[in-house]
């Protein structure tokens, strides 16, 4: 069984590897940064994105000719537009997200402490000498700006083996939403890390 798992937002794919190799053990892993998803079809039995990994998920599904060929999807914690002011899913304000860009800017170590205590993340915090700081400070003007349409997501979910897990308590998702809007699965007493939806994929 090989998994490919599209990590969220700042958080070194080394550590999400780590937690997908504790909990399924038997399992060969792949994580990636949100990025190019066209080669998922052929490669993977099972798909997992997470946060800012599951948006991209949903984008690619929407251009999908032959979804039928598409293997197994599980979405943790997505969201169809990170900014709360788009009202479709996200819960942090656009002027946030353009202050966090300019903070990983200046001192990328802080800010992304200050993101995982707020966001309920417990990764180890990457050094300055990280070479993925740059990418995700890139990727930040995508998440105040981009956001996906509704119905052609819904049109999209139809027609895939998608499964969406939220949080109840989460920060940073308005779980709510995604319920009402996607037919996502509620979990109770969990916020956005992922570690704490890893019992309920399969």
């Known amino acids: 069984m090989n998994w490919l798992w599209v990590n969220g937002w700042g958080v070194d ?3 999400l590897k780590s937690l997908a ?12 940064f949100p990025e190019r998803l066209d080669f998922i079809a052929k490669d993977f039995d ?32 997505p969201f169809l537009a990170f900014s709360r002011e ?24 802080a800010a992304l402490e200050d993101f995982y205590q707020r966001a309920g993340v417990p990764f180890e915090t990457p050094s300055v000498e990280n070479g993925n700081i740059t990418f995700w400070t890139s ?16 049109s ?32 109770p007493n969990v916020g956005h890390s992922v570690e704490y939806f890893l019992k309920y994929v399969e």
């Open 13 to 15: 794919s080394r550590e």
């Open 21 to 32: 190799v504790k909990y399924f053990p038997s399992i060969s892993h792949t994580v990636i």
């Open 46 to 77: 099972h798909v997992i994105g997470w946060s800012w990994g599951g948006y991209r998920i949903l984008e690619f599904l929407i251009g999908v000719s032959e979804p039928e060929v598409l293997p197994k999807i599980s979405l943790i914690a």
């Open 86 to 109: 788009e009202e479709l899913g996200g819960k942090c304000s656009r002027f946030q997200v353009n202050y966090l860009k300019r903070w990983m800017e200046r001192n990328p170590v």
């Open 139 to 154: 990727q930040l003007e995508a998440m105040a700006r981009d956001k996906l349409d509704l119905q052609k997501v819904k």
């Open 156 to 187: 999209a979910l139809e027609k895939s083996k998608v499964r969406i897990l939220v949080g109840e308590c989460d920060s940073l998702v308005d779980s709510s939403w995604i319920v009402h809007n996607l037919g996502a699965s509620s979990i």
